[in-house]
């Protein structure tokens, strides 16, 4: 199945988290990443005094359940100190399960597509650089719909990217 997954840090050194998450669902045996899309600074929503996040969007083949694909990114989260003490708080690594176009879940443990997806922009900002993205409709309304509902102000696009191994950022000539 494909599995679109928003990652996020904003503690230590971010983007080194990031690169880390994405590193480790390159090694899971029952996924394959197909996308990574731009690094986006956020400043954080609710939740106590933070640091601003960085948050990007990747696309997965994943062969296996939601469920399973919960427990494999959790795993990740908890391999780069993860540590869950208060709702929107700081982290190192948080990995959300964004959507699928194959399966939806709605359990207590893990609502598939994100229930909040629609509400932020550190989300579908990131999320619609990947493939077929733009054709996600949610409650009757694509990704590009929902973006254009939300501010703006509080969100850059950042130099660094993805190049298949690590995240980099351009180097000035």
């Known amino acids: 199945m494909l599995l679109y997954l928003g990652l996020g840090s904003n503690l230590?050194?971010?983007?080194?988290?990031?690169?880390?998450?994405?590193?480790a669902l390159q090694?899971?045996?029952?996924?394959?990443l197909i996308a990574v899309s731009g690094i986006y600074r956020t400043e954080p929503i609710g939740g106590p005094k933070q640091d601003d996040y960085f948050n990007l969007a990747a696309l997965i083949s994943y062969s296996g359940t939601l469920q399973q694909a919960l427990c494999d990114c959790q795993a990740i989260e908890h391999q780069n100190q993860r540590i869950r003490n208060?709702?929107?708080?700081?982290?190192?690594?948080?990995?959300?399960?964004?959507?699928?176009?194959?399966?939806?879940?709605?359990?207590e443990r893990l609502e598939v597509p994100h229930p909040r997806l629609t509400e932020?922009?550190?989300?579908?900002?990131?999320l619609l650089q990947l493939p077929e993205a733009d054709r996600i409709s949610i409650n009757n309304k694509v990704l590009k719909e929902w973006a254009a509902?939300?501010?703006?102000?509080?969100?850059?696009?950042?130099?660094?990217h993805w190049n298949g191994a690590d995240i980099v950022e351009p180097i000035e000539i």
């Open 86 to 107: 208060e709702r929107w708080g700081p982290r190192t690594l948080d990995i959300d399960l964004l959507y699928s176009p194959h399966e939806l879940s709605n359990t």
């Open 27 to 32: 090694t899971l045996p029952n996924a394959s």
């Open 120 to 126: 932020r922009l550190f989300v579908l900002a990131p």
């Open 12 to 23: 230590g050194q971010p983007v080194r988290y990031l690169a880390a998450g994405l590193q």
């Open 149 to 160: 509902l939300q501010d703006a102000q509080h969100i850059q696009l950042t130099p660094h």
